[in-house]
């Protein structure tokens, strides 16, 4: 019997298990494929995937959130921020989510990963080296990101900085509601440009942050009873099992190679999704 509901669960695992190399190497970018492989992959309807999304990058991102704050990689003050506009903003988009027609769903998600896929190329080829920093990069005088991360790793806080933070917030959670992504696709490089902090941080950073506005999302996607706790619980376990493993690699791994590669991946999988919602 056990091993009869293994070998059942085996597809969600592995569909779990790509999302958690996603985000344990890049710190975003694991919802651009669970919601596809869920709805592709395991069968699940457009806006329950949304809803088992949210809880599984969330779960995912919140065990590689635990390791980074054991290395003191964590920058507190845009984690705050992030999360307080994020909590704001992802029932809001859950809550259209319910609402919305599924196909169009699915080209607004196949839309927004074709966007984020060719930034993020575009970025990977015009600054290589915020793919493998680790420390704030320099600026000079008058050129500088609204938010001034000092050598210690922490914010030189000011009330733009704050606002800006707290606006992408809103939007990220927001777009984690409506869509299911967790968003680290957009935190990881928003946070390198406004604040110069190193890809890694900004990683540990982005882990944290999903967790939170994750599950406040997803919350009210549970209260509604739309959870497919079937696929979830699999889903979920290989993408913990797999976050894992890969935050071992990460700082190794991590580069403008790995970075095409993930846009790359991303682009496919939004004009294969568009395609075939068109057609």
């Known amino acids: 019997m056990w091993a009869h509901a293994l070998v059942q669960a085996l597809p969600a695992i592995g569909f779990g298990a790509i999302v958690g190399v996603a985000l344990g190497l890049t710190g975003g ?6 919601v596809p492989l869920l709805i592709y992959g395991l069968g699940v309807a457009p806006a329950d995937a949304v809803a088992v999304s949210l809880i599984a990058v969330a779960t995912t991102a919140f065990v590689g959130a635990t390791q980074c704050l054991r290395h003191g990689l964590v920058v507190w003050q845009p984690t705050i921020l992030f999360v307080i506009g994020g909590v704001i903003g992802a029932p809001i988009g859950s809550s259209m989510a319910r609402q919305a027609e599924p196909i169009w769903l699915i080209v607004g998600f196949a839309l927004l990963a074709v966007t984020v896929g060719a930034l993020m190329w575009r970025a990977s080829l015009t600054h290589p080296d915020q793919a493998t920093a680790v420390r704030a990069q320099p600026y000079g005088a008058g050129s500088g990101p609204i938010c001034v991360l000092a050598p210690d790793g922490q914010l030189r806080f000011s009330a733009p900085c704050a ?12 777009l984690s509601g409506l869509l299911g992504v967790g968003g680290g696709f957009l935190i990881v490089p928003a946070l390198v440009l406004i604040t110069r902090m190193g890809v890694h941080r900004a990683v540990a950073t982005s882990l944290l942050i999903i967790s939170v506005i994750g599950f406040s999302g997803a919350a009210s996607a ?5 959870i497919q706790w079937g696929v979830l619980a699999p889903f979920a376990a290989g993408g913990a099992v797999m976050m894992i493993v890969m935050r071992s690699f ?23 999704m568009l395609i075939e919602s068109l057609l």
Do not use: D
């Not at 606002?163 to 959670?173: F, S």
């Not at 700082?251 to 004009?271: E, K, T």
């Open 250 to 272: 990460a700082v190794r791994l991590a580069g403008p190679g790995l970075q095409r590669a993930f846009a790359g991946s991303i682009i496919v999988v939004g004009v294969a």
């Open 29 to 34: 970018g694991g919802s651009i494929f669970a």
């Open 163 to 174: 606002a800006v933070l707290a606006v992408i917030g809103v939007g990220t959670g927001f």
């Open 222 to 226: 549970v209260w509604q009873g739309h």
